[in-house]
């Protein structure tokens, strides 16, 4: 299966890494002494109230690896940042805190390379990171690039486990009223995150009250919510923190 990333505020659509073939999709650049079995779909090793996909990307970083190690793929373009939309996230679980990157490559309309570094905060559990391509805004690029685990110099190689790659438009991201809490994409397709630190629960209802989906949260900064066998329409979401209890509303394209 083939995921199409489309970058507008309209549209906003997961690359899952749910198929046995997706590494497929990717080509493996700078690994030291690579081999075909550094870019795998393997089992989700930590599924929880973060990440509940069943299957993931295993990158596996070799110790003679260059620093910009990583994959990339034409399969996801053309991407067109617009300042409506122009925020791409990527969920990782890192067994070390280092930079992660993505890149933008081979525009079409002149554009130059655009490329964001952002480090995970938590090691052994899922960490959804954003990547903000303000730079890249009016101009359209056909290659996605992944850098898994970007540090200044390479010491060690690690695995790092990658899902979820998604497009999320500023106008895409809605922020609940008297709250930091971010959720997006808005509308959403298949896949909905809920972002703050310290959640505890998360309600999903339907336009008639009645309770869609809850989860009892460990006090979570992130959550990935698949939203693909509900029916289009408007949805109500709460959220629930230390700090209180925020609810606001989304569409579900």
Known sequence: MVFTLGVSAQLATVVEFEE?????IWTLFANGTDSPDDITIVANPSPNEVNESSKVLEFVVHDNA???????????????????????????????????????EGSTNSGANQEVKVSNTLTDEWELLTFDLLAAVGFTYNRLVVFPDF????SAGTTVYI????????????????????????????????????????????????????????NVGSKSIDMSNFRSGIYFITVETAKGSYSGKFLKK
């Open 151 to 154: 540090p200044d110099a390479r």
């Open 163 to 218: 899902d979820n790659i998604a497009t999320a438009g500023s106008t895409g991201v809605a922020e609940l009223p008297n709250s930091a809490i971010k959720i997006y994409p808005n509308p959403v397709i298949d896949q909905l995150f809920v972002q703050h630190p310290g959640m505890k629960m998360i309600t999903i209802s339907d336009a008639l009250g009645k309770t869609m989906k809850s989860y009892n949260l460990a």
């Open 20 to 24: 046995d073939t997706d590494d497929d």
């Open 66 to 104: 260059s620093t910009w190690v990583g994959m990339w793929s034409d399969t996801y373009g053309p991407l067109e940042f617009t300042e409506d939309a122009h925020i791409l996230t990527m969920m990782v679980l890192k067994t070390i805190v280092s930079p992660s990157a993505l890149k933008v």
